[in-house]
């Protein structure tokens, strides 16, 4: 007599699987750890949280949790019943995320208990199993009982592949109407995109240079001979000390003005950039000099202003295809590859500057690991042309027209220039272009 009561034939018992549940959310978490301090993920805050997010969740079995507009609430801090359409946080974010999985799974050596996906249109994370092939993506967040289940038969496949057509035609629809929703959105909110993927403020990020002042000793020694004059700071800080050529100074007439030394071009620049920020709805703060370190840069997303005054523009494009180069006092913009195009700023009869030329860089994922722009001229009128170019639709569509497809996913480099009249500059022109 048997001791145990066998199903009848055409059936095969399917165990629950509730007693490796327990097992396969560790083995979920343990991937989970592995990719968040791998070096894809570690310096990417808002992918890590994005991640993290959506694979706790699918784990605890909410997938009302993982609506685009709940997850814009909940991890990106946007306002309830925010528009989804004219804010593409998650959106973008989760591309990002994708992106970075692939690059992990692809250097990461094939010994993982589960692979952890996030299929496009979707943000509900999936978790495959290399141990068991025939094993479909699981959120693993059922226990269902033990039952019995009839074999795979002739009707149940056709259901299957009846089932992979509607998944396909779904997932047809769904990309044809995020391809029309981006094709709806202007190029400009399209450049700035990857900002509102961190709930951090933009850093706009001026440097200071060091600036010397006469003192007051000096002051009086000259108004002794000058009587009336340099008598208050209006005076001091608004008009020039006019020594004659042949006057000798020693270097205790001069101290380090720390409260001074901002360029006219950085600041027109960063004024410019925090108004636009604000009419799309991103924060933004001005950093200037120390007040500012790499660790700051690593943290939120970024506008670097200034270039050869600005010792983290330089570090950030100093390997670009484009870069900034001072040779013996001679300053210029040069194409680092053959050919080596070089550009500089050209004067006037009177040493005046009459034409200016500037980088504008779009670094989605920069050495600081965040989204970065630099806006940076060879002068200061350069700089100023530069956040103009950025911050105004008609100069940036003009230079995306002819863009390379999917241009939104690559880095970008911009050579302007701009014709400089009275010491303004004049509406910039592309002179050269680079994507990668």
């Known amino acids: 007599m048997k001791s145990h009561i066998e199903p009848p034939e055409d059936h095969e018992i399917v165990r629950s699987p509730a007693e490796g549940i327990d097992e396969k959310r560790k083995a979920v978490h343990l991937e989970l750890e592995k990719i968040l301090v791998s070096h894809f993920f570690r310096s990417a805050a808002r992918s890590k949280q994005f991640l993290k997010y959506v694979v706790e969740h699918q784990l605890e079995g909410h997938p009302e949790l993982l609506k685009e507009r709940t997850i814009g609430t909940e991890v990106f801090l946007r306002p309830a019943g925010y528009a989804t359409g004219d804010d593409p946080v998650v959106r973008v974010q989760a591309g990002e995320v994708r992106r970075r999985l692939e690059q992990y799974y692809q250097t990461t050596p094939k010994d993982s208990l589960v692979r952890i996906e996030l299929p496009v249109g979707s943000y509900s994370p999936a978790f495959h199993w290399p141990s068991d092939e025939t094993e479909p993506a699981t959120p693993v967040s059922s226990s269902p009982e033990l039952e019995f289940h009839p074999k795979r038969s002739h009707a149940k496949l056709w259901k299957g592949v009846a089932f992979c057509l509607v998944l396909a035609l779904v997932a047809g629809v769904a990309f044809f109407a995020v391809h ?42 000259y108004a002794q001979t000058h009587p009336g004059t340099f008598q208050t700071e ?20 001069m101290y380090v ?36 370190s790499f660790e700051d840069l690593r943290n ?40 080596r195009r070089v550009w500089q700023i050209h004067t006037g009869a009177h040493g005046e500057t009459t034409e200016d030329f500037a980088i504008v860089s779009r670094l989605l994922d920069s050495k600081t690991g965040q989204f970065t722009v630099t806006a940076a001229g060879i002068g200061g009128m350069g700089t100023q042309a530069a956040a103009e170019f950025i911050s105004k639709p008609e100069y940036l569509e003009e230079c995306l027209r002819s863009a390379p497809a999917n241009w939104q996913k690559k880095n970008l480099e911009v050579i302007l220039e701009t014709t400089v009249t009275d010491s303004v500059p004049g509406p910039p022109h592309v002179v050269a272009s680079y994507f990668w």
């Open 257 to 292: 003005a720390s409260d001074f030394g901002v360029a006219l071009g950085d600041v027109y620049a960063a004024v410019s950039l925090s108004s636009f920020l604000g009419k799309i709805g991103k924060p933004s703060q001005v950093r200037i000099g120390t007040n500012y």
């Open 300 to 339: 939120s997303p970024d506008v670097v202003v200034g270039a050869f005054n600005n010792k983290w523009t330089m570090q950030l494009t100093s390997n670009l295809h484009f870069a900034f180069v001072e040779e013996h006092t001679d300053f210029m913009i040069r194409e680092e590859a053959p050919g």
């Open 234 to 253: 209006v005076e001091r800080a608004e008009q020039p000390l006019p020594l004659s050529k042949d006057q000798v100074l020693s270097w205790s007439d």
């Open 180 to 221: 029309r929703a981006l094709r709806q959105k202007s190029v400009i909110e399209q450049f700035w995109a990857p900002v509102f993927a961190s709930q951090q403020p933009v850093l706009i990020c001026l440097a200071k240079p060091v600036l010397y002042r006469p003192n007051q000793g000096l002051y009086q020694r």
